[in-house]
C-alpha cells in the first residue's frame, strides 16, 4: 500500500527491479509541461522542463533566453511584436 503523498495525480509510477528479481514500484514526481508562447502557444525553446522548486535553484540565465520578453514570446512572435511597435513610432 503506498503511503497517502502518493496517491495523488502528481506523481507516477515507475516499476523497478529489485533484488531477488522482484518488481518494485518506486513513486517519481510527473514532469511539468513545457513552455509555451503567450501568443501562438507554440513551445518554447531554451526554457527548462521542471517544478517550481527545481528551477528556483537555476541561475537566472538558464531559466530562459536573454533576449526581450525571453521565456515568454517565442522568436517569430518577439520579431512581428518588434515590427509593430517599430511602425506605430
Known amino acids: 500500500m503506498p503511503a497517502p503523498r502518493?496517491?495523488?495525480n502528481s506523481y507516477k509510477k515507475v516499476y523497478v527491479r529489485g533484488p531477488g528479481n522482484r518488481t518494485l514500484i518506486h513513486?517519481?514526481?510527473k514532469k511539468v509541461g513545457r513552455a509555451k508562447?503567450?501568443?501562438c502557444g507554440a513551445?518554447?525553446?531554451?526554457?527548462?522542463?521542471?517544478?517550481?522548486a527545481e528551477i528556483s535553484k537555476l541561475s537566472?540565465?538558464?531559466k530562459r533566453?536573454?533576449?526581450?520578453?525571453?521565456g515568454y514570446?517565442?522568436?517569430k512572435c518577439l520579431k512581428r511584436l518588434m515590427i509593430k511597435k517599430g511602425r506605430n513610432l
Open 65 to 70: 533566453p536573454e533576449r526581450p520578453y525571453g
Open 37 to 39: 508562447c503567450a501568443l
Open 60 to 62: 537566472k540565465t538558464e
Open 43 to 52: 513551445q518554447l525553446n531554451g526554457v527548462p522542463r521542471g517544478r517550481q
Open 6 to 8: 502518493y496517491k495523488s
Open 27 to 29: 513513486y517519481r514526481r
Open 73 to 75: 514570446l517565442c522568436p
